[in-house]
């Protein structure tokens, strides 16, 4: 077993499976629930995975944070047109070196967290991972899985990577996850984006899946630009950040990203089944925040401006 105790806020397809990992490993585990504490509560959580189907009957299931004891890492498995939430959120289980580990989609999604994060460590998870939840304490594992895990520095400079760091990798691990660690999250968030971009944007735009997406030659030529445009946003934000470090992404990137999507099982991303169910989009943390940065170092970026646009207007009409 090991000695942390983890809470997962937001028990969805993200939360849920890589809490499941957690506590498969040994982890000591409290998932945060809405609709589906009774479920859990009764049944507990199954994963059926390309890897492996597995089931866990007995979890520390809540209904409210108020519930759960102070734990050792905080795991924000929440969209994030929720974190408005998190101050109150997480209030009852933070204690004074409590970790912060947000597996969320987007960029610079920590910026503004320092008010009641405070001192506290602040790590980034990147999950390259399809998955979705498909009942109640029901998530399907279709591919990939890895994580890429990366300290938070407030000056945007590359971390290092701490012992502390190094021991959570090594939870996910036990629990059967690949995991890497990198020394610089900035720049991993913009390799992420690379994909998230073109592929969450258009695929409710396009109203497509993936290997809808990738098949059709228009639609890939778009993906392909978007990508070009990620590409250079995050080599220019790199040189603002850290003149002469050569923070860069690797030239052959967008081939290997085609390539890898022209064979992944065919998808809904995120985005996607967010825009089907009448759920607010992730517009602000794919989007907006990248473009910013972009603009910041100097670059324009055209069709990512338009896609945000479009984005924002589909989004008007489904928050209302």
Not at 86 to 100: A, E, M, R, Y
Not at 132 to 161: F, M, S, W
Not at 280 to 306: D, T, Y
């Amino acid at each position: 077993m090991t000695a942390r105790r983890y809470a997962i806020i937001g028990t969805g397809a993200i939360g849920g499976y890589y809490g499941a990992c957690l506590q498969r490993g040994g982890a000591e585990v409290h998932f945060l629930l809405r609709k589906d504490f009774e479920e859990v509560s009764a049944q507990g959580i199954t994963v059926k995975s390309v890897q492996g189907d597995f089931a866990l009957p007995k979890v520390y299931a809540h209904a409210s944070t108020a519930t759960m004891p102070p734990v050792d890492v905080v795991v924000i498995a929440l969209k994030t047109t929720q974190n408005h939430l998190l101050p109150d959120l997480l209030q009852p289980i933070l204690g004074p070196d409590t970790v912060i580990l947000t597996l969320q989609n987007g960029f610079a999604l920590e910026d503004d967290w320092q008010p009641w994060a405070g001192s506290r460590p602040i790590f980034g998870g990147l999950c390259f991972v399809c998955c979705n939840k498909i009942g109640p304490g029901t998530i399907h594992h279709l591919d990939y899985g890895h994580v890429l895990l990366g300290e938070y520095r407030a000056d945007h400079q590359p971390a290092g990577v701490s012992s502390q760091l190094q021991a959570i990798a090594q939870d996910f691990a036990d629990g059967g996850v690949a995991v890497d660690v990198t020394p610089d999250l900035r720049l991993a968030r913009w390799r992420k984006l690379v994909w998230n971009i073109p592929f969450n944007g258009l695929s409710v735009v396009m109203n497509a899946t993936t290997n809808e997406m990738i098949g059709d030659p228009n639609i890939r030529q778009l993906a392909e630009q978007l990508m070009t445009e990620v590409v250079t946003a995050a080599r220019q934000d790199g040189e603002r950040l850290s003149p002469g470090q050569n923070r860069c992404l690797p030239e052959n990137l967008i081939s290997q990203m085609l390539e890898h999507t022209a064979q992944m099982s065919p998808y809904r991303t995120s985005m996607k089944i967010d825009f089907d169910e009448g759920r607010p989009l992730e517009v602000e943390a794919i989007f907006g925040n990248p473009l910013k940065a972009a603009h910041q170092a100097g670059v324009e970026a055209p069709r990512i401006e338009m896609l945000y646009h479009q984005l924002k207007a589909i989004n008007r009409r489904i928050v209302g």
